[in-house]
């Protein structure tokens, strides 16, 4: 069975950094895709960003610019760099992989508050 273990959520100002990590670990697969979804009280969970096996990222409008994507394939770990948090940062972020067999499995969460 995947698992998908995330961390590097916490507190932060408006104007911070943080730095999410996640790694998946147990099982066989053969990964096409990671990815961080998030969702705030009261709203869907909505992408933030994946990046492909092939290196191709993609970005919510409202992140780019400020969110970097990243993965180390060797480590079966994606990061997500946010620089420059806004209060509406503010949700729980969850890490996502895609199989090539189009299998997904999720985290279980990391939650990020921008407040000051």
């Known amino acids: 069975q995947v698992q998908l273990v995330e961390s590097g959520g916490g507190l932060v100002q408006p104007g911070g950094s943080l730095r999410l990590s996640c790694t998946a670990s147990g099982g066989t697969f053969s990964t096409y895709a990671m990815g961080w979804y998030r969702q705030a009280p009261g709203k869907q969970r909505e992408l933030v960003a994946t990046?492909?096996?092939?290196?191709?990222?993609k970005y919510e409008d409202a992140v780019k610019g400020r969110f970097t994507i990243s993965r180390d394939t060797a480590k079966n770990t994606v990061y997500l760099q946010m620089n420059s948090l806004k209060p509406e940062d503010t949700a729980v972020y969850y890490c996502n992989l895609r199989t090539f067999l189009s299998d997904v499995y999720w985290g279980q969460g990391t939650q990020v508050t921008v407040s000051s």
């Open positions: 990046i492909t096996v092939g290196v191709s990222t």
